[in-house]
């Protein structure tokens, strides 16, 4: 890391007028001032190493798969500055046999990742890898501790997948219990290792002998089941015993059998039954060579009369412990009554199998109950404390036969002061019947999961402890790759927190809108608040996974559907909007922005260029005139066409740059000119004066947006749309497709302040009263739980945390820079008592940070940047007054290559 801490020593006016900029490019260092190359030696950052994004990844589906690494100093000193990669070497070797696979030498590159271009691999390989690098004296570092990565079964017709698909024809929604699978199979050899690779539809939960093969949990995830399945890749070689050995395997409907659950529990949508699946197939190799398959086959015995009556995606599940099986997943186990599987047909003629490229969905943090009120008829309502996403766990005791209902619900009913599930209108519950007396039991949910906060728990004697109660929060096991804090201001830090926890309770399988209403990838905020998730998670995996899962959705004619997978079909803009469908086009940009790989503008180029070909079939006059509007809008004067020909600039603007960077300079200019087009023709349209369209927040924010404001007019037309949110006071009435405009311009011209009064407003509608009124997560409405029929738990408006990094704080990435290897610290200083704030982000090549306090005499800035990068830091000073770094004179040396003064006014 590299600190740069400057400070103006003398008082500084309200309103800064001189802004010092700081081109900070790390190359120059002490080490070459004392000539001893040895003090600056490179090594690779602990657990950093990545293939395909992923840490040890197994189920990999690609021959050639991408290798990366961050870098840090051995010795890190603030003083040390200019390291960098000059070269790097990678080894890679068989696992298993140690032999060699790639040995590139000495490659000459400051980039921190390669592809793999040694021997050819095929199913099953595991490489183990390693890499070393040189800095900028010519010093190697040591070979990094060796990781490795897996592949999978690549390939369905060459007997990489032996195994069958299987059903039990017998099972049938509310008339038997969900499905259980098991096979018992000997092991009579020494075991190097074993593998399970399973695909479950709806969703599988695997044990061997008794023991869960994995900690991932609802898998697989969402995807467009004809034509395409996940199969999940467990390690299970720890598990497998010497002799006899059961494979279990139990089924749930997830979203895949979306049919009417029973008992009138809520659904989002219900479609046609559909047959419960199961694809698995164990291999084991023995210690002579020998590779064993076990796989799916009619000699695998199967069930319904187990405890798990039913399991509703959105309506809660039914378990009788009464009917549970002894060890009927253990040798030891009673099976003798079981049937015979039946082979079935796949879910689609032609389906891909595939290995999920994007981490497991885990049980990531576990809640306890802080509070609980007893209400008549033995019922309890307990507090987890906050809105999540996940499981309630309950210990319980009790007679025999006793029904436990638990009703799960983001608020609680003012009136009565139990749960409400008003947003849903029909309930949303589990029922768990105990089986012994007084015997503790612990249960939660398996094939489906709730959004709460509040658990109501209904049929025992007495209310189950505290310590008893509990909730398992899930999420995508993405790395947590930022912060940001302020305290002069914790209404702040607490707006950011509710943010994440949005983000955290939607960051399933797919990014979806709620989880408890709906469950669905509805893709706006993908692309919308796509920079707030990046500052908060490493999702250069998971993007990746979501945005092939979006390609996958498109349609024959070009449609990209505003939902994806598309497991039902909507109609009219619920189904095709501009702003949700350009999600392929703006989410592969921005994942090409942060993360700086290029092959997956190749790999979607086609699929936006025909997505962008559809809308202009669509378009009249260059305008387009349908869809949602500006959803959750307070104003509703916007005319659609505004935002729906906004959705279209932007395709046509962002496809240009895309073609740009692949040098498709012909098809590069064609979008272009598109969008220029459009942009005159939005003008042309709606320009009245020095507003647009209907003069709302909405439409001065687009048309600024998109460039359609005639540059005499920009001050007129910003004027305008700054005295409409100062006559709200500092509230904005634009919906989500609308939000990052309005915050993007207020910062591009140099508005910040309002951007900070509107973010720190605390009368409704705003991110503040939200908070002010109890919510834990950001909520879809700007009332939160006045209006409690809305969801509170939406990230949709999560853009304030975009504005926190790369504001408040300051941490952007440079305007010409992918992959963050030129950094910008370029903090704004809001009106008013804000004295401080900092934040962090994990960028590709390590951590980011700015720091920055002020005071009436000063103004400190402590800032890192990670080896690799170059950095523009901009220090507020006022006219005439030094800048010193440790209290001295800031200079040109020591890494610092330019100073110059910039009047920001």
Request: glycine share 8%.
């Amino acid at each position: 890391s590299h600190k740069l801490n400057a400070i103006g020593d003398s008082a500084l006016p309200r309103l800064q007028t001189m802004r010092l900029s700081v081109l900070f490019f790390l190359l120059f260092s002490l080490c070459e001032l004392l000539h001893d190359a040895s003090c600056q030696t490179l090594q690779l950052v602990a657990n950093s190493l990545r293939t395909e994004g992923l840490s040890t990844p197994a189920g990999v589906h690609t021959v050639t798969p991408l290798l990366s690494w961050r870098l840090e100093l051995t010795h890190p000193d603030p003083s040390i500055r200019g390291s960098q990669q000059s070269a790097y070497e990678i080894i890679a070797t068989d696992y298993s046999s140690g032999n060699g696979r790639w040995k590139t030498g000495k490659v000459a590159s400051n980039t921190s990742h390669a592809v793999y271009t040694g021997d050819s691999l095929s199913s099953r390989d595991i490489v183990a890898w390693s890499v070393r690098v040189w800095d900028e004296h010519d010093v190697p570092s040591a070979f990094s501790p060796v990781t490795t990565f897996e592949l999978g079964l690549l390939n369905t017709d060459n007997n990489d997948w032996q195994a069958k698909w299987i059903t039990n024809p017998k099972f049938q929604s509310g008339v038997t219990s969900l499905p259980l699978f098991a096979k018992n199979f000997t092991v009579s050899c020494p075991v190097t290792r074993a593998r399970l690779y399973i695909a479950g539809l709806g969703l599988h939960h695997a044990t061997l002998n008794g023991q869960d093969t994995t900690n991932e949990v609802l898998a697989p995830g969402n995807t467009k089941w004809d034509t395409l399945v996940e199969y999940s890749t467990h390690n299970i070689t720890l598990l497998l015993a010497s002799g006899p050995n059961v494979l279990g395997v139990a089924l749930g409907k997830g979203v895949y059998d979306a049919e009417t659950p029973t008992n009138g529990r809520y659904a989002k949508f219900t479609q046609t039954p559909v047959p419960l699946i199961l694809l698995a197939q164990l291999e084991y190799t023995c210690a002579d060579g020998t590779l064993v398959v076990i796989g799916t086959d009619p000699s695998w015995q199967t069930t319904v009369s187990g405890p798990q009556l039913d399991s509703s995606w959105w309506g809660g599940e039914v378990y009788d412990a009464r009917k549970e099986i002894p060890n009927w997943d253990s040798p030891s186990g009673d099976r003798s009554a079981w049937a015979q599987a039946s082979v079935t047909s796949p879910p689609g003629p032609s389906v891909a199998l595939v290995g999920c490229s994007a981490p497991p969905l885990q049980i990531m943090q576990t809640l306890t109950a802080v509070s609980v009120k007893s209400f008549p008829n033995n019922i309890y309502v307990y507090d987890l404390g906050l809105n999540f996403a996940g499981w309630p766990q309950l210990t319980m005791t009790g007679p025999a036969g006793t029904v436990v209902t638990l009703r799960p619900g983001e608020l609680l009913d003012p009136s009565s002061g139990m749960v409400t599930q008003s947003s849903t209108g029909s309930p949303i519950f589990d029922t768990y019947t105990l089986a012994t007396r007084n015997t503790s039991q612990t249960w939660h949910p398996r094939f489906m999961y709730h959004g709460f906060r509040y658990l109501q728990v209904e049929g025992l004697a007495t209310p189950p402890p505290l310590a008893n109660v509990k909730g398992l929060i899930i999420r995508t096991a993405n790395d947590a790759v930022g912060t940001f804090q302020n305290t002069d201001m914790p209404l702040l830090t607490r707006i950011y927190t509710n943010i994440d926890r949005a983000i955290q309770s939607n960051m399933l399988s797919i990014l979806t809108d709620c989880p408890h209403r709906e469950k669905l990838g509805w893709m706006e905020q993908n692309h919308l608040v796509f920079p707030s998730v990046m500052y908060t998670y490493d999702i250069e995996a998971y993007a990746r996974n979501i945005i092939s899962k979006i390609a996958n959705a498109q349609t024959s004619d070009g449609l990209v559907p505003d939902i994806a997978p598309e497991y039902v079909v909507f109609t009219g803009g619920f189904r095709d909007d501009p702003n949700w469908g350009s999600a392929i086009i703006h989410m592969t940009y921005q994942h090409y922005i942060a993360y700086g790989k290029t092959d997956i503008l190749n790999q979607f180029y086609p699929t936006m260029v025909e997505y962008l070909a559809y809308l202009t079939t669509k378009a009249s006059n260059y305008l387009l005139n349908y869809g949602l509007g500006d959803w959750a809008t307070l104003d509703s004067s916007t005319p659609a066409g505004v935002t729906a020909t906004f959705g279209y600039y932007r395709a046509a603007s962002v496809l240009a740059k895309i073609a740009t960077v692949l040098g498709n300079d012909g098809d590069a200019a064609k979008f272009a000119g598109l969008a220029q087009n459009i942009s005159s023709s939005f003008h042309a349209t709606y320009s009245q004066g020095n507003t647009y369209a209907s003069g709302s927040q909405a439409a001065d924010a687009i048309a600024l947006d998109i460039g359609a404001v005639p540059s005499q007019n920009v001050s007129a037309v910003l004027a305008h749309l700054i005295a409409s949110i100062r006559a709200k006071d500092n509230h904005v009435t634009v919906g989500e497709v609308t939000l990052p405009s309005l915050i993007r311009v207020l910062s591009l011209y140099g508005r910040d302040d309002v951007v900070f009064d509107i973010v720190a407003q605390t009368t409704a509608p705003s991110y503040g009263y939200q908070v002010l009124s109890g919510a834990t997560s950001l909520t879809e409405s700007w009332w939160g739980a006045d209006q409690p029929t809305w969801s509170q738990n939406h990230f949709m408006f999560g853009v304030a945390t975009e504005w926190f990094a790369s504001s408040l704080v300051g941490i952007q990435q440079g305007p010409l820079s992918t992959g963050w290897d030129r950094v910008v610290i370029r903090p704004t200083l809001p009106t008013g008592n804000l004295t401080q704030a900092d934040g962090s982000y994990r960028s590709l090549h390590g951590w980011v940070a700015a720091s920055w306090t002020r005071s009436p005499s000063s103004f400190q800035l402590v800032v890192t940047i990670p080896v690799g990068s170059w950095a523009d830091v901009y220090v507020w000073t006022a006219p005439g007054r030094k800048v010193t770094e440790g209290g001295a004179p800031l200079a040109i040396g020591n890494g610092i290559m330019g100073i110059d003064y910039t009047n920001t006014n």
